[in-house]
């Protein structure tokens, strides 16, 4: 059902290389490109992710459960600007009760064909909506 494709960081430096990341989705084309990771201590560069989904046609997604606080609190790039959506948990470092959130920008249409009964296609957040029931997901 899934193909997942790692990108990881260069051995060298630890640190991500958009130019591989480019590479990787030139070649695999992917529908979502997924930006976190839970021991990637450093800031994300998610224009740039962005400039790689557009390029291959892919949604963004920015996963920021970790350095969520550090990103509320402008240390860290913010990645709503640039991800079609954005996850986090609101228990680790934004320190709330146990829960989490998913964010979007500005709505857009599915890119999945999926249709409302008087055939518009339906928004991104109705789609989302439609996927989730309440206390049976969350963060660990």
């Given amino acids: 059902m899934y193909n997942p494709v790692f990108y990881g960081v260069d051995e ?11 590479e990787i989705a030139t070649r695999e084309k ?3 490109i997924i930006a976190g990771a839970s021991a990637y201590s450093r800031d994300m560069d998610f224009q740039r ?6 390029s291959v046609g892919a949604l963004l997604l920015a996963d920021v459960s970790h350095p ?13 600007p640039h991800c ?5 948990t609101t ?12 964010l979007m920008g500005k709505d857009f249409e599915n890119p999945f064909g999926q249709k409302l009964k008087n055939g518009n296609l339906k928004m991104m957040s109705s ?5 989730f029931f309440l206390e049976t997901k969350g963060g660990h």
Avoid: C, E, W
Avoid at 12 to 22: R, S
Avoid at 69 to 74: C, P, Q, S, T
Avoid at 91 to 101: A, N
């Fill in 91 to 102: 228990h680790k470092t934004l320190r709330g009760p146990r829960g989490g959130m998913i």
């Fill in 84 to 88: 079609h959506i954005v996850t986090t």
């Fill in 30 to 32: 992917p529908q979502l």
């Fill in 12 to 22: 060298a430096t630890g640190v991500l290389n958009y130019d591989k990341i480019q």
């Fill in 49 to 54: 992710f962005r400039k790689i989904a557009d």
């Fill in 68 to 80: 969520a606080g550090l990103i509320a609190k402008g240390i860290l790039n913010d990645p709503i």
């Fill in 127 to 131: 789609l989302l909506d439609s996927v």
